[in-house]
C-alpha cells in the first residue's frame, strides 16, 4: 500500500508540474519610441542588437507590424486594453489619474489574473490609471514605474527577481524600456535620462542620410504648420543634413544600450529554468522619424514614427522565419498571447490572434490596417487628427485639416513614401476605392472621423 501510495504521490507530483509547464509563461518585451528598422536583424548595418537579433533567430519576425498610434499613451492604452484609441477616449498623452479608465474595459494585468497567471510590470508605465491602482490594471508585481535616471539599467533586475519567484507557475511578464526615447533631449541637447552618451563624432563619420530625408512634395501642409507649436518637441526644424545625421548617431547608441538590457532580462529565463516554456513577444510603442523627411519624434504616420519591430519568439524552441503579414502591436498583442495559453480573451476585441498564424503561416489574418493619430504638444492636443489604411500595396492618409490633406503611396515602388500619388489622375480610382473603404470601416466600427471623409 506504501509502495502504491507512493507511485500515486509521484504520478499526481508529475502531472501537475507538467500541467504547469504546458501553459507558456510570457514575457513582454517593450521598447520606447524604436523604428522597426532599427535593428541589425533587419538589415540595418549602423547599429549592433545582439539581444534583438536572438530573438528573431528563435521566432517570427513581423516585418509590417505598425502602432495603432504613433504616440506614447495612446498606444500603450491600446496594447494593454486592446482597443483602439478612437474607442477608449485616450487619444493623447494622459496623466496618471485614477478614475479615468473606465470598469467595463479589462486591463491585460486583469485579464491574465483571472486566467490563473502571476503577472508582473516593471518599467515605464505612461497610463491613463495610478500605477499603484493594481486592483485596477491586475499586475500584482509593479515595480521601476516612476521616471528616475537610470531606469532602464534597473529594470533588468527587477525582471529577474519576479522570474526567481514565480519560476514554478506560469507568469505574463512585461519588461517595459524607455530608451530610445532619450533622443527627445538628446536632439535639444538636455541631459539623458537613462545613460550617458559621448559627444558625436563628426558627420562625416556618422550614418548617411536615408534616402527620404528630404520633405515629400505636395505634403499636408498641417503637418509642418504643427511642428510650429513646441521648439522642445521639434527643434529640428532648421537642421542641416551633417545635424540629421549626428542624430541618426546618437539614436543608435541609444538602441544598442537598451538591447544590452533586453540581453539581461531574456538571460533571466535561462537562468532561472524557464527560457523553454516562455513565449517572448517583442515589440516598441511606437516608431521615431529617424531623420526621414526630415522628422524627428513620432505622431505622423509615415513608415517610420508608425512602425515597430514585432517578433515572437520561444528561444531554442522555434525557427527563424520572417512573414509579412499586417500586423497592429495596439490591438493584436492580447488576443495573441491569450491564444497561446488559453486564457479568455475578452469577446469585443477585435484584434488578430497571432498564435493562429505561427502556427499555420498560410493561414490569412488580415490585408487591411487602419491606425491613426491626433498631433498634441505634450498633454496638449492640437485639434488635428488624421487616419491611415495600409495595404499589402498602398497606404492612404488622410487629415482633418489643410486644403491638402490626402496622402497615397505605392509601398511597393515608393517604400520612402515620396510620391504623393493623391494628386495624380492615374490613381483617382485607387484614391476613391482607399477613401471609401475607410469611410465604410468607420462606419462599421463606430469611429467619429467618418464626418472628415
Not at 532602464?152 to 512585461?174: H, M
Not at 550617458?196 to 558627420?203: M, S
Not at 505622423?300 to 528561444?315: C, G, H, N, T
Not at 488559453?342 to 505561427?358: F, N, W
Request: proline residues 6%.
Amino acid at each position: 500500500m506504501r509502495f502504491i501510495s507512493l507511485c500515486f504521490l509521484l504520478f499526481f507530483f508529475i502531472t501537475a508540474h507538467g500541467q504547469t509547464k504546458s501553459r507558456p509563461n510570457i514575457l513582454i518585451i517593450m521598447t520606447d519610441q524604436q523604428t522597426a528598422d532599427a535593428m541589425s536583424n533587419a538589415g540595418n548595418k549602423d547599429l549592433r542588437t545582439p539581444a534583438m537579433d536572438k530573438l528573431a533567430q528563435n521566432g517570427v519576425k513581423f516585418k509590417r507590424a505598425y502602432c495603432v498610434q504613433p504616440l506614447c499613451s495612446p498606444s500603450r492604452t491600446s496594447v494593454f486594453s486592446g482597443k483602439m484609441p478612437f474607442e477608449t477616449g485616450f487619444v493623447g498623452n494622459i496623466p496618471e489619474k485614477d478614475g479615468l479608465w473606465p470598469d467595463s474595459l479589462l486591463m491585460m494585468g486583469k485579464i491574465f489574473q483571472y486566467g490563473g497567471y502571476k503577472t508582473g510590470y516593471v518599467g515605464k508605465w505612461h497610463l491613463p490609471i495610478p500605477a499603484d491602482k493594481v486592483i485596477k490594471h491586475g499586475f500584482d508585481y509593479i515595480r521601476n514605474t516612476d521616471f528616475l535616471d537610470y531606469n532602464d539599467a534597473v529594470t533588468p533586475s527587477y525582471c529577474a527577481r519576479f522570474i526567481k519567484e514565480n519560476k514554478n507557475q506560469p507568469f505574463l511578464l512585461v519588461a517595459s524600456f524607455l530608451n530610445p526615447h532619450d533622443i527627445c533631449e538628446w536632439a535639444r541637447g538636455d541631459e539623458l535620462k537613462m545613460d550617458v552618451l559621448d559627444q558625436a563624432p563628426p558627420a562625416s563619420e556618422c550614418p548617411e542620410l536615408p534616402a527620404n530625408w528630404d520633405i515629400p512634395l505636395n505634403e499636408p501642409e498641417i503637418v509642418r504648420e504643427q511642428q510650429k507649436v513646441s521648439f522642445r518637441t521639434y527643434p529640428t526644424v532648421n537642421w542641416t543634413g551633417d545635424q540629421w545625421r549626428q542624430y541618426r548617431w546618437a539614436y543608435n547608441r541609444l538602441v544598442e544600450k537598451v538591447d544590452h538590457y533586453i540581453g539581461m532580462v531574456v538571460a533571466s529565463l535561462e537562468k532561472y529554468g524557464v527560457e523553454k516554456n516562455t513565449i517572448i513577444i517583442f515589440t516598441a510603442d511606437h516608431g521615431d522619424g529617424y531623420a526621414a523627411h526630415r522628422w524627428n519624434q513620432k505622431q505622423i504616420l509615415y513608415e517610420e514614427a508608425s512602425k515597430v519591430p514585432f517578433i515572437v519568439a520561444k528561444i531554442g524552441q522555434w525557427k527563424p522565419r520572417t512573414d509579412d503579414m499586417l500586423v497592429c502591436n495596439g490591438i493584436d498583442i492580447i488576443p495573441t498571447i491569450c491564444g497561446f495559453t488559453g486564457v479568455k480573451k475578452p469577446a469585443y476585441l477585435r484584434g488578430a490572434d497571432l498564435s493562429e498564424r505561427i502556427t499555420d503561416p498560410l493561414k490569412n489574418l488580415r490585408d487591411t490596417l487602419v491606425i491613426e493619430t491626433d498631433f498634441a504638444d505634450n498633454e496638449d492636443l492640437l485639434g488635428i487628427s488624421g487616419r491611415a489604411v495600409i495595404t499589402n500595396d498602398f497606404k492612404y492618409i488622410v487629415y482633418n485639416k489643410g486644403n491638402i490633406r490626402e496622402q497615397l503611396f505605392n509601398l511597393k515602388m515608393d517604400p520612402g513614401e515620396m510620391d504623393n500619388l493623391a494628386m495624380s489622375k492615374e490613381y483617382k480610382k485607387k484614391l476613391y476605392e482607399m477613401r471609401e473603404y475607410l469611410k465604410v470601416w468607420c462606419k462599421r466600427n463606430g469611429d467619429h472621423y467618418v464626418k472628415f471623409l
